[in-house]
């Protein structure tokens, strides 16, 4: 529901910073490898300390002696400044009187920058919860607080990884948004519904 495209911005300007003859695309997946590994270790820490850590190991790894707090900023810059999807306010209106609610890996200082409000009961991050999507704590909060048992929620979402596979290991039914038609991971369960985009929500509710 919400849309966030500049993240490679990150890989790309430490590439272009430092002259790196690494492809962007390394840098990307070094990175992305480190944030799945760090949102599921405990203690939890917030996004900020996350990506402190994070970025200054991706730095190491391709032998830049930087200080990360530039790409840090950056990433904050990126992730505070989020868009919906066209269809988004649309959809969640039509969806009355199902229940619906938002749960997100973003913490306090995402949502204090957010700039529009939506027609849901609650949006739950994971600072609240104090952990990060695809940990099943996430899902058993959202379920706690709308008084639902797994079998009764759909779950929506486009990450594989956090919304795919960690709303079904929760015990959730999936609708997969996959926007760019793109293949599913080997090691992500298949979800029970894969749509385009959320105006194909709606109709597959009313056949549920």
């Known amino acids: 529901m919400l849309r966030n495209d500049d993240l490679a911005l ?27 590994e760090a949102t599921q270790i405990v203690p939890f820490r917030t996004l ?18 930087a200080d990360a707090a530039k790409y840090v900023e950056l990433f904050f810059q990126v992730t505070t400044k989020i868009e919906l999807y066209p269809e988004t306010r649309e959809v969640l209106s039509a969806l009355t009187p199902v229940r619906s609610a938002i749960v997100s890996n973003a913490d306090q200082e995402h949502v204090a920058a957010w700039d529009f409000t939506l027609p ?22 959202a379920l706690q607080q709308l008084g639902l048992a797994p079998h009764e929620v759909l779950h929506v979402g486009d990450s594989e990884v956090d919304d795919v596979k960690g709303a079904k290991e929760a015990g959730l039914s999936v ?3 996959n926007r760019d038609g793109r293949r599913r991971r080997a090691d992500v369960p298949a979800p029970d519904f894969e749509i385009r985009d959320l105006r194909q929500l ?6 549920r």
């Not at 709606?202 to 056949?207: E, W």
């Open 10 to 36: 990150i890989p790309k300007q430490i590439v272009a910073d430092h002259g790196l003859s690494a492809p962007v695309d390394d840098v990307w997946r070094a990175w992305s490898e480190l944030y799945f």
């Open 175 to 177: 609708a997969w948004v």
């Open 120 to 141: 849901v009961e609650f949006i739950l991050i994971s600072e609240t919860v104090r952990a990060y999507k695809p940990h099943r704590l996430v899902f058993e909060r």
């Open 48 to 65: 900020r300390e996350i990506e402190t850590h994070n970025l200054t190991r991706v730095l190491r790894q391709f032998a830049v002696g």
């Open 202 to 207: 709606p109709p597959l509710l009313r056949h």
